[in-house]
């Protein structure tokens, strides 16, 4: 069996799952995209699950976006929005996750990674952590349509200075643009945050996730997804970015 993404329970009623690749930066495969489809299916349905949260294994990375080693196979527009699309489809629904979701940002977020982060209800991070959508410098945009979400969480202009620069941010720049709520110095400090959140009743916590999810319905934020994830696709087959990946892929040579 599979251990890329593991689940346990924090606390009573907390379902953590990490993601565990750190020898990848946890880097996102096929794989744990289909666990953490997965993993949401199961937790959506279970009672005893009151909030999801999201962080990755070891001290050095939250998660370093798609996996490069696998994803650099992909070179057409077709083949690159097969794999960007289905890993939208696991971030929608983690967006639209009828209970609260709270990404711990432990290590280095980039790229997708800040992709999963955005997706969740609330972000925190630890201490002199670096986070950026790096996308721009790779010649694509954000290609799990995370970027529409973060239009929808932060202000637009806070936004758009995150998207355009690719800019690799502290926590405490983070928290002024809204994309981090609280930073944290120890990791068991994560627990005593949601707290706050948990001594609350389930029917209280979904009743205000609803409201939001509502919102997002109505105003198609799957469909806008869904372009946004279009456009990455047709960027990903061009040169610029191929040669981006390559130079990556090839820089300890
Ligand atoms: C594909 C979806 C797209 C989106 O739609 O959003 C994206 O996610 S685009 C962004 C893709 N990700 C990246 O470009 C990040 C690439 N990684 C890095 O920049 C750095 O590794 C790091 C995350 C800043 C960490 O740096 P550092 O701590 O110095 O570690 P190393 O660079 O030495 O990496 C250790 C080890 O991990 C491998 N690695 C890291 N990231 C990835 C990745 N995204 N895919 C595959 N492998 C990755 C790296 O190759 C090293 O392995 P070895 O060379 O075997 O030691």
Redesign the pocket.
């Known amino acids: 069996m599979s251990n890329c993404l593991l689940k346990t329970f924090v606390g009573d009623s907390i379902l953590q799952l990490t993601i565990n690749r750190p ?6 495969s096929y794989e744990v995209m289909n666990e953490l489809d997965e993993a949401i299916d199961l937790a959506k349905e279970d009672k005893d699950v009151k909030m999801l949260l999201i962080r990755g294994s070891g001290e ?2 939250f998660c ?8 650099h196979a992909l070179e057409t527009e077709k083949a690159a929005f097969g ?2 699309s289905k ?1 939208g489809q696991v971030l929608y629904k983690l967006a639209t996750f009828p209970k609260p979701t709270i990404a711990y940002i432990n290590g ?1 977020a ?6 999963i982060a955005t997706a969740c209800d609330i972000r925190i991070a630890k201490k002199g952590v ?1 986070m950026g ?3 721009g ?2 010649a ?5 349509g ?1 970027g529409t979400i973060l239009t929808e969480k932060l202000t637009p202009a806070n936004a758009m200075s995150l998207l355009w620069s690719g800019s690799i941010i502290l926590p405490e720049e983070a928290i002024k643009l809204g994309f981090i709520s609280e930073v944290i110095e120890e990791d068991e400090q994560v627990l005593s945050i949601l707290e706050k959140y948990t001594d609350k009743q389930s029917e209280v916590l979904q009743a205000y996730k609803n409201m939001l999810v509502r919102k997002w319905e109505q105003t198609n934020l799957r469909e806008r997804m869904m372009e946004e ?1 279009k456009v ?1 696709a047709k960027l990903w087959e061009k040169e610029e970015h191929l040669l ?2 390559k130079q ?2 090839e ?2 040579k």
């Open positions: 020898e990848k930066r946890n880097a996102i050095q990375a370093s976006g798609g996996d490069l080693s696998e994803f794999m960007l890993m280095t980039i790229g997708g990674g800040c992709e670096k959508f790096v996308q410098h790779q694509i945009t954000t290609g799990w995370c994830i990455c981006a990946v990556f892929r820089r300890k």
